[in-house]
């Protein structure tokens, strides 16, 4: 797939994962949509472009940022295909750095995939989801109330793949399924269960699964720089569709 994609498609792609990875709150101001979840990943605390033409004149951007300092959180920017051509060097002159590009991959899903014995999805997460979630995302004391709240508001149906072994974790990820769209979250092998296929199973079963709920496409996110993931969802037929990155302010 082209890095040259139609913004219409971007701002689809851009609108599903938003809600299949949602915020705890939301605000739309002059072409910007600021994304709140106290702190808890760069994604669901960012300031995200919604068309390049959004506004980009200092008093709009310094009463963006103002949101997130009030909270007591340092700004950051997420800039994909629909910021304005301009913002990369406008937030550079302010002393703005990048800290990781990343890329929206799609894949078309086709009846093949096929569900392994061993993974369960269910459709809320378990005790042992979390806990495990908990244990090797790793997610710190603080943010375990926001993320779950995070994880009940993942659009409907919603797939917390599991796989384990005499009680103990193995592989987990998610799958939240919109139309014909199935969005792929946070797909993790513990240490332990490395080079034994599970990252490759525990994602082909919810390719199954998201199939068998009207699901013909899967997308993802993944940092460019991942070179244990992208062979595997290379091979599983992911393309890259964009990339964006994070920009970050200079310490005050």
């Known amino acids: 797939m082209s890095l040259a994609i139609d913004l219409v498609t971007v701002r689809r792609l851009e609108e599903l994962a938003f809600r299949g990875w949602p915020a705890l709150e939301t605000q739309d101001r002059a072409g910007w949509r600021?994304?709140?979840?106290?702190?808890?990943?760069?994604?669901s605390n960012s300031i995200n472009?919604?068309?390049?033409?959004?506004?980009?004149?200092?008093?709009?951007?310094e009463s963006?940022?103002?949101?997130?300092?009030?909270?007591?959180?340092a700004p950051v920017w997420r800039l994909s295909p629909l910021a304005p051509p301009a913002m990369g060097d406008?937030?550079?002159a302010r002393g703005y750095r990048t800290i990781e590009r990343s890329l929206l991959q799609l894949c078309p899903l086709h009846a093949g995939f096929e569900a392994a014995p061993e993974v369960r999805i269910h459709a809320e997460p378990t005790p042992a989801w979390i806990?495990?979630?908990c244990t090797h995302s790793p997610v710190r004391p603080e943010h375990r109330n926001t993320m779950q709240r995070m994880l009940a508001a993942i659009a409907k149906p919603a797939g917390f793949a599991f796989v384990e072994a005499e009680g103990s974790p193995l592989a987990m990820a998610i799958g939240a399924v919109e139309?014909?769209?199935m969005g792929l979250f946070d797909v993790l092998v513990m240490p332990e269960a490395r080079r034994r296929g599970l990252a490759r199973k525990i994602t082909e079963s919810?390719?199954?699964w998201a199939w068998s709920h009207g699901a013909r496409f899967a997308y993802l996110q993944v940092v460019a720089t991942n070179e244990a993931a992208m062979p595997l969802y290379a091979a599983q037929g992911f393309r890259t569709a964009y990339a964006y990155e994070y920009r970050i302010p200079p310490p005050l």
Do not use: P, W
Not at 49 to 61: G, M, V, Y
């Open 34 to 43: 600021l994304r709140f979840a106290n702190g808890y990943t760069k994604r």
């Open 49 to 61: 472009a919604l068309r390049q033409n959004a506004q980009i004149d200092l008093s709009t951007l």
């Open 64 to 73: 963006l940022e103002a949101a997130y300092r009030a909270r007591n959180q």
């Open 90 to 92: 406008t937030l550079a």
């Open 131 to 133: 806990e495990a979630f």
């Open 179 to 181: 139309g014909d769209h």
């Open 206 to 208: 919810l390719y199954a």
